[in-house]
């Protein structure tokens, strides 16, 4: 990869792509605090509540793929500012629509929107900073990208306190202002063709567009229908192997196309390929995390949408302090001992997480998530850095893509797999003898409703063994993810590269004629 010339711009440049994806972190969360409000003024249903987030989840995950591609081949920045373009004005819309189906609509908008800034805007790190100074950009752009999730309740809560609900909509605009703003004028222009010697670009993929596109599609429609209608159910079933058996379709005719929408040599690059890995082993177990605390924080511990923001904010700074250590501890230790070291640090808070009683504070429940997010910075900045450093500068949208799509879609089966471990914990601790039957059952659907049919009956043993049965649910959550950790820990300890300082070309060298070798024999 060409080493680029420093820019004196080039922080400045990095501030408008760390507003580029804040926007995406605090539009995924600010909406789940709106749900209630909008199923009271807009009579939407439990299923349009459901497809209010899940269509957001859908277009974000499959549209990733196809986009990194076509910034590859008509420019970065373009897509980048039509991303922004399309993300405000949808969000406008959606301030003043009037239906459910409206603005289901709308997030799906968003969510398309989503997808073309954040595998684009990671792509044009390595265009904006030279080799030295990419990780401190990666762990600047990651902290970005998740401190907008805790942040987004906070914000929503506030707003819905003060607003309308289309107020979480339109605090979206002046952020997406001030992104266009800051990217137009400060990111790099694109190169030209006559710049890039003239060279065709190549036909676009389109089999293997669509390919992904109906696969992805069926595997996160499949899982989204899972909190409702279960594992068992036919439909979910059936779509979700007929969108395994299209992925693996898709990954065959990318080993036959000529011009593949993945290539597929990428990773026969141990940098990408464990990098890649090692990163959606961390997400997987992060969105595990931010799936069970904010319910915890919410309906055991009593806090509104506001407070609990507020108090998952200690995984942020966690974040914050362990992204800028892990960017000294790279050059001198190596990725192969700080990425296990903070999986393994990971592990140690969710496991104290997992620890947690009915009684436990909320000190308590600070320590572990502090620990989780050094543990989390720690691995996933040094991953991410050392899947950029093995893209090349032509294909920077297709490595970045790539990357995004498979800790999306697999955050999202993730989520539904713990969300099932969730709910099984819960049903096999918690006590209705006596309820009357539809208090039993809304009492069995949550540990939300649990506490509304608890109140209306004045039963505080019902409200106790609904918090002990969520605690056990989250527990079980809790070490599911703290395993995942680990295995990724010992995966990251022998088959990560060491990258220490004075290392990286000779490193690079290796990984380079691995790959070169494979392509010549073929993947």
Do not use: C
Not at 442 to 456: C, F, G, L, Q, Y
């Amino acid at each position: 990869m060409t080493t680029p010339a420093p820019s004196p711009r080039r922080w400045w440049a990095l501030g408008a792509l760390v507003l580029s994806v804040l926007v995406i972190g605090l539009d995924g969360t600010i909406i789940n605090v709106a749900l209630p409000t909008l199923a009271q003024d807009l009579s939407a249903s439990s299923s349009q509540l459901q497809w209010i987030g899940g269509g957001y989840l859908l277009t974000f995950s499959v549209a990733m793929l196809p986009v990194g591609r076509l910034g590859d081949r008509y420019g970065h920045k373009k897509l980048l500012l039509a991303g922004i373009v399309l993300f405000g004005v949808s969000s406008l819309a959606g301030a003043f629509v009037d239906t459910s189906n409206a603005v289901i609509a709308v997030r799906a908008a968003l969510g398309f929107g989503a997808a073309m800034i954040m595998p684009i805007s990671m792509a044009l790190l390595p265009k904006i900073f030279a080799k030295e100074e990419l990780s401190k950009a990666v762990a600047t752009w990651t902290a970005a990208a998740a401190i907008g999730m805790p942040a987004g309740p906070v914000i929503g809560g506030w707003l819905l306190n003060h607003f309308w609900w289309g107020s979480v909509f339109l605090f979206n605009i002046p952020v997406v202002v001030l992104a266009l703003a800051a990217s137009w004028f400060l990111l790099p222009r694109d190169t030209t063709r006559a710049e890039r010697g003239n060279v065709r670009p190549e036909p676009f993929d389109g089999l293997g567009t669509v390919l992904s596109s109906v696969g992805i599609t069926a595997l996160v429609y499949g899982t989204i229908m899972v909190p409702t209608e279960g594992w068992g159910d036919p439909v979910v079933l059936g779509t979700l192997i007929a969108g395994a058996a299209l992925v693996v379709v898709f990954v065959l005719h990318q080993r036959r196309a000529a011009s593949p929408l993945v290539d597929l040599h990428l990773f026969s690059d141990r940098r990408f390929a464990w990098g890649t890995l090692t990163a959606v082993f961390g997400n997987f177990a992060i969105m595990g995390i931010l799936f069970v605390v904010p319910q915890y924080l919410e309906a055991v511990q009593g806090f509104d949408s506001f407070g609990t923001g507020l108090r998952v904010l200690p995984l942020i700074g966690g974040l914050m302090v362990s992204a800028g250590l892990s960017e000294s501890l790279v050059p001198k230790i190596g990725a192969r001992v700080v990425v296990p070291i903070g999986l393994v640090v990971l592990a140690t808070g969710v496991f104290l997480g997992a620890a947690t009683g009915t009684g436990s504070g909320y000190g308590y429940t600070a320590l572990w998530l502090s620990i989780i997010g050094v543990g989390f910075g720690l691995a996933i900045v040094p991953s991410t850095s050392i899947v950029m450093a093995s893209l090349p500068k032509e294909n920077t949208g297709a490595g970045t893509s790539v990357l995004e799509t498979l800790q999306q879609v697999g955050g999202v089966l993730g989520v539904a797999g713990l969300g099932s471990l969730l709910s099984a914990g819960y049903l096999s601790r918690i006590s209705v003898d006596g309820l009357p039957e539809p208090a039993a059952a809304a009492a069995k659907d949550s540990v939300a409703a649990a506490n509304a049919v608890a109140e209306e009956l004045q039963d505080p043993g019902l409200l106790a063994s609904a918090h002990s049965a969520f605690v056990h649910g989250m527990s079980s959550v809790l070490t599911v993810s703290g395993v995942v950790s680990l295995v990724a820990a010992v995966l990251a300890a022998i088959f990560l590269p060491s990258l220490v300082k004075g290392k990286d070309a000779e490193a690079d060298k290796t990984a380079a004629a691995d790959s070169n070798e494979t392509a010549q024999v073929g993947v």
